[in-house]
């Protein structure tokens, strides 16, 4: 298996000491883009499998991709960009834009200071700042 099953996940940079926050969505009023930043929130996003390895993701029906480098997520944007989730080292999977370029671009978190924005950039050498852990959110109530 490539990556994670389909399911509700709290994504978070697997350079942290785990469990630890992970990324997230501001909350901005008036808007139909939200950039994604880490968060020390707990925030849940939805990773649907649709082929293998291939992903969309979603947040309270939000679809992301990538807007110029910067990773957001877009109301009334169906289907959302695809990603490609590949296992990286046991349970740290790095996630990749599903494109024909190569190098393709990877979600890249630089500081886990709160609000740091997650970009879309070239893989560097797969630094720990470009690997992620996907934990199984609570179930909802």
Request: aromatic content about 12%; overall charge negative; cysteine-free.
């Amino acid at each position: 298996m490539s990556g994670p099953a389909s399911g509700r996940y709290i994504i978070s940079p697997a350079f942290l000491k785990q469990p630890s926050p992970g990324v997230g969505t501001q909350p901005l009023v008036g808007t139909s883009v939200k950039p994604v930043v880490f968060d020390p929130e707990l925030q849940v996003w939805t990773v649907d499998q649709f082929e293998p390895g291939k992903y969309r993701i979603t947040q309270d029906g939000w679809f992301n991709e990538d807007d110029g480098g910067i990773l957001v997520v877009k109301a009334d944007t169906p289907p959302g960009q695809v990603w490609l989730i590949r296992l990286f080292a046991e349970n740290i999977y790095v996630i990749e834009q599903d494109s024909p370029l190569i190098p393709k671009l990877v979600w890249t978190l630089n500081s886990p200071q709160p609000e740091s924005r997650v970009t879309v950039r070239p893989p560097e050498e797969l630094f720990p700042f470009q690997q992620w852990v996907f934990r199984l959110a609570p179930p909802q109530e």
